[in-house]
């Protein structure tokens, strides 16, 4: 998330909480985090998916009820926000937000009285879709994972000379940053409570199968994580190798828009013989464009995060290897770049099969409208791009790269089929 950032802290009695927009560096100096006081905190960025990108959307969410502050930091989309916000509007609530994680917070604030098992299941229970997050109150961290487990949680243990600690976060290379063992995933359909007594789980459902959302590995999850037990950089390695079975193309070298499409696309060139190349060179002052909240901030980005190097492509084959195609003017306007700078023929091999359906599970092209391969069969995908030829990844190739099985995930965004039925009249401002 590049949106917006926050931390609220507690010390066991005043809870503090500083968030803003921006990335983390802008909103917080070394003097905002020395007076951020306190044992137990949470912190979010934000990539918009419900809800506006503004000041107000930005979390985690902080309420008072009752004598307790309650605080929020959710990743994943809630399919039915809009009805339980309805439901909660009729009983009196007043929601300061337009996005769906504050219902979670209403939700536990009138089941408070219940005690702190009861309030999370009655929550929790009530909650449909994707939703990995964190609650804190002033002497408890709460970490939740829905039964389905479309988003990654991980728990880590902090050893730092006297002071042990626990540490929750959505990536394994989160812990490797502060030198944190990974102990475990936070298994789908629990409920972690963490505080000064130590560590407990509660399971409020049934056990089911699961459905990662396999788009983590195809793009959103860093290389250097493991998620769902799945080292990403290997499954993409591998992506790429099973892509170079699938679409056999005589090219002079094989080239990544870095860096998403980097790690696919050396899988393709060890296992083609076709060697890898640079073509086009980064700007790395400029963060990742699909998730960018605009269009005009994503077509701006584009220009400015990649160049080509001219005198190398002037009269090559190309193949490009890219991670996946979503609304398709990213790609165009790469593949125009390439051409004015002299490659002689530009192929595109993708590292998934063609996403053709919307996401209400936390990735942002909620209309399929917005996808162009819902609009176009693959040949007029690569008309549109400018290509000489257009290949996918199969879908039985993406799943084989994970080491899993299709049961295992969540596949809508490429087959349509959805785990947990959605709204599908929900639009990303449908709450504001």
Not at 4 to 14: E, H, L
Not at 322 to 340: C, H, P, Q, W, Y
Not at 361 to 385: C, H, M, R, T, W
Request: glycine share 8%; charged share 20%; proline share 4%.
């Amino acid at each position: 998330g590049q949106e917006s950032a926050g931390i609220v802290t507690s010390d066991g009695m005043t809870v503090q909480c500083h968030k803003d927009m921006g990335l983390v560096p802008e909103v917080f100096s070394e003097d905002i985090l020395q007076n951020l006081k306190g044992h137990l905190s949470i912190g979010h960025v934000r990539y918009s998916t419900t809800g506006a990108s503004t000041v107000t959307n930005a979390q985690p969410l902080m309420v008072s009820h009752k004598g307790t502050t309650l605080a929020v930091a959710h990743n994943g989309n809630l399919v039915n926000s809009i009805e339980l916000r309805n439901q909660l509007e009729e009983r009196g609530s007043i929601f300061q937000t337009t996005m769906d994680s504050e219902v979670v917070l209403h939700l536990m604030a009138r089941a408070t009285h219940e005690g702190l098992d009861t309030a999370l299941c009655s929550t929790f229970s009530a909650l449909k879709g994707a939703y990995s997050l964190l609650l804190m109150t002033e002497d408890t961290l709460v970490a939740v994972r829905d039964p389905d487990g479309f988003r990654p949680l991980c728990l880590g243990k902090l050893i730092n000379g006297s002071d042990d600690g626990w540490v929750v976060a959505s990536e394994t290379c989160a812990l490797d940053l502060i030198e944190a063992e990974y102990i475990r995933d936070i298994a789908p359909g629990e409920v972690l409570i963490i505080n000064k007594d130590g560590m407990r789980s509660v399971h409020p459902w049934p056990k089911q199968d699961t459905h990662f959302c396999i788009f983590e590995q195809v793009y959103f999850a860093r290389p250097d994580s493991d998620i769902f037990g799945i080292n990403v950089y290997e499954a993409r390695k591998r992506m790429g190798a099973i892509l170079a079975e699938e679409a056999k193309i005589d090219a002079d070298f094989v080239m990544p828009f870095p860096d998403s499409g980097n790690y696919a696309a050396l899988g393709y060139a060890q296992a083609s013989g076709i060697p890898m190349e640079m073509g086009v060179i980064r700007n790395h002052y400029v963060g990742r464009t699909f998730i960018q909240p605009t269009q005009s901030m994503r077509d701006f980005n584009v220009k400015v995060k990649l160049n080509p190097v001219r005198s190398f492509l002037k009269g090559k084959k190309v193949i490009i290897v890219e991670d996946s195609i979503i609304r398709g003017t990213t790609g165009k306007s790469r593949v125009r770049a390439l051409r004015e700078a002299g490659a002689k023929e530009v192929h595109m091999v993708v590292s998934c099969p063609p996403t053709r359906h919307a996401c209400y599970y936390g990735i942002d092209f909620p209309s399929a409208s917005q996808l162009i391969a819902n609009n176009k069969v693959v040949k007029e995908v690569g008309e549109y791009l400018g290509l000489d030829s257009l290949h996918y990844l199969s879908l039985e190739g993406l799943v084989k790269a994970t080491g899993l099985t299709k049961k295992d995930f969540c596949l809508a965004c490429f087959d349509g089929n959805y785990p947990i039925e959605p709204d599908r009249k929900f639009q990303k401002d449908s709450l504001g």
